[in-house]
């Protein structure tokens, strides 16, 4: 099996674009910005084993290794245009890579994401995809917006994807009613695509949370030079995740866990109705604190102090 | 050791650039493309074992990484502009990461390439470097362009890094200064950025040479609708390629031989003055054949049919 055959094959499928000059087939794809926009850039990649278990379905791969960048478009508020993706795999699994092509085409035609290029080589199974996407002049969410007095909001809800992964590594139990909910949170997670380019002009600082919302908080708060106090009772839990709930410890599967793949972003108190709007329309948003002075992270559990002693999952380190 | 440590100790180098407006920190980089022109994207994997040997030095696999892509770019003609690099690594070794960097650094500050992100994950260690380039609007030079009476050309010298690959792995003897010659043409290889880009408005067609001049001659010819015949004996190959020279047999390791990385490309036989010229400021352009109507890649040396069984060097199915 040649790498061309399978290209041809599985991967000349999906939205084709306006943009596009050149898409898969040349040395590189040629692509024509639109006037007056910026483009936003990101990559991401997925080991296998340490990203996602060995055993996940082919098509969740596929659509986690998309999703987890258009995540991060969505956190700069831009509106996803293109893809590259760099597959790595260890032989040519016809049925493993329909799969995965599928779970990738459905996510990147509901978002309109042109595949423009990529590369296939063998080697042990890992993802990288680099998306783009566009924002007009100067639009672009930062995470180093947020002053004092912002509140700070959440889109979705947090900790079901970390509970689904403690159950299936043992150090949990759920029924299989709860497990199903949380291992589709885990394996196919929603990237805030609509809220992101809804929030432009909105939002004073955004970031995605993927690694927990603690330390991606506290990304927000070291780039914007400010501090914060979260009320943890607020934190959005799935119903699913409330029935699942032992104690006020579960939390931290919401403050620590990663894998949220939702936005966490700051604005000033007067757009309130406006976000309220927002929330109404894409999957709620709840608002779970505010930014201080102080510099630090405050968290507290019905205004008492909320220990947390683990920040949050460096994929790198663990 | 955590993944924002080694990004800001090793990564947070090389060029900044105006068209930047956000670089690595934020959730994506931002980017200000120029007015009137197309935005040329590729990406390209090098995996520990397949793409490079395990005892490889670090610098010339940050070399090599960034060199891969940036010979993409010039195929199409193309001023590199940007790179993503996803980083997989097996642990965080201090001395490797600083030679890598010091590698892909050095490149990228001879071609102005400012790194805007990336990715860095914990794995079986792979590289994929995605780079980001512009060409005037309708300049890109593609693959499909050639056409019947083009001559044939290619940069620099053919063969060498598969000739020091074939020595590395006990397939063939060479003298000390010829292998180091081969390691170094295999390890860090010279994209052709100032001929690509001098090539816009002349080549009729073009790509680089990754796999075999045989096998991406073919590429071209196929976009092109078109066949060609090929002078083996005009193949460019370099002094010490051809004291290292056993027989005609050697041609193989310069038509089939891969990781090359010279530009192929066609021309209206009346730009060959121009090419001349950028020949000899551009480390030499050979004319090596001609475009035919007639579909196929006929070889001949010294006028004979010269056979050759195995066309090109597939990454992924060898």
């Known amino acids: 099996v040649h790498e061309q055959e399978i290209i041809e094959r599985f991967f000349r499928a999906g939205p084709a674009r306006h943009d596009v ?3 898969i087939g040349d040395d590189a794809a ?5 006037a007056g926009h910026e ?3 990101t990559t991401d990649t997925l080991v296998c084993g340490r990203h996602f278990l060995a055993d996940a379905p082919a098509g969740s791969v596929g659509h986690k290794s998309l999703a987890a960048n258009l995540s991060d478009l969505a956190a700069m508020g831009a509106e996803p245009a293109h893809a590259c993706l760099a597959l790595t795999i260890p032989g040519p699994d016809a049925a493993w890579l329909q799969g995965f092509a599928d779970g990738f085409f459905a996510l990147a035609a509901r978002h309109e994401v042109a595949l423009i290029g990529g590369n296939l080589a063998r080697g042990p199974l890992s ?5 783009m996407g566009y924002a007009p002049q100067g639009a672009a969410l930062l995470r180093g917006g947020a002053r004092p007095g912002d509140r700070i ?31 589709g949170r885990l394996q196919e997670p929603t990237p805030r695509v609509e809220a992101g380019v809804a929030l432009r002009g909105i939002a004073s600082a955004a970031l995605d949370i993927s690694d927990g919302l ?12 400010a501090g914060a106090t979260v009320a943890v009772e607020r934190l959005p839990l799935s119903p699913q995740f409330r029935q699942a709930m032992a104690g006020p410890d579960d939390y931290r599967f919401a403050l620590a866990g990663g894998d949220d793949y939702e936005l966490l ?10 976000i309220a709007r927002l929330g109404d329309r894409c999957g709620g948003i709840t608002q779970i604190g505010h930014i201080e002075t102080e510099p630090g992270l405050r ?4 205004g008492a102090r909320f220990p947390l002693d683990r920040s949050g999952y460096d994929h790198f380190s663990e």
């Not at 993802?127 to 998306?131: D, Y």
């Open 21 to 23: 000059r050149v898409g």
């Open 30 to 34: 040629v692509l024509v910005p639109p």
């Open 39 to 41: 483009l936003i850039v």
């Open 127 to 131: 993802i990288t995809v680099q998306a």
């Open 153 to 183: 909001f959440v889109t979705g809800a947090l900790g079901d994807a970390a509970l689904g992964l403690a159950c299936l590594q043992g150090r949990r139990e759920l029924s299989s009613e709860i497990l199903t909910h949380c291992i």
């Open 214 to 225: 603690a330390q991606d908080l506290g990304r927000l708060l070291s780039a914007s030079g």
């Open 265 to 274: 972003f700051t604005a000033d108190r007067g757009r309130l109705p406006e």
């Open 299 to 302: 968290l507290e559990l019905d």
